[in-house]
């Protein structure tokens, strides 16, 4: 099992940025995908940004496409998202996430993730 520890989360104006860290411990870091998930008042998960277990492969979710940039540093253990041009939707709790294979998953089904971080606070003001 995997540990993950987030930090990073704030209070930004709009149009501000933030970077979040994700540190890893425990098994094997480089062998899964990641991925970032948040998570409003009153709404369910989605799935944000995710990264395949090498970096070769990235997603966004529509709503940060252009804005959001996700990265792993093997070599760290750590996952970050550099957040830029933030909005006040974008105001949530932020989880990292590793997935039980190399690959991620579209969907935030609980069967492909083996560890979440506790998450860490986003809020963004207008």
């Known amino acids: 099992q995997v540990q993950l520890v987030e930090s990073g989360g704030g209070l930004v104006q709009a149009g501000g940025s933030l970077r979040l860290s994700c540190a890893a411990s425990g098994r094997t870091f480089s062998a899964y995908a990641m991925g970032w998930f948040r998570q409003a008042p009153g709404k369910e998960r989605e799935l944000t940004a995710a990264i395949s277990w090498n970096g070769g492969s990235t997603y966004y979710a529509d709503s940060v496409k252009g804005r959001f940039t996700i990265s792993r540093d093997n070599a760290k253990n750590t996952m970050y998202l550099q957040m830029n041009s933030l909005k006040p939707e974008d105001t949530a709790v932020y989880y990292c996430?590793?997935?039980?294979?190399?690959?991620?998953?579209?969907?935030?089904?609980?069967?492909?993730?083996?560890?979440w971080g506790q998450g860490t606070q986003v809020t963004v003001s207008s």
């Open positions: 996430a590793a997935y039980v294979t190399r690959t991620y998953y579209f969907t935030v089904d609980p069967r492909t993730i083996g560890s």
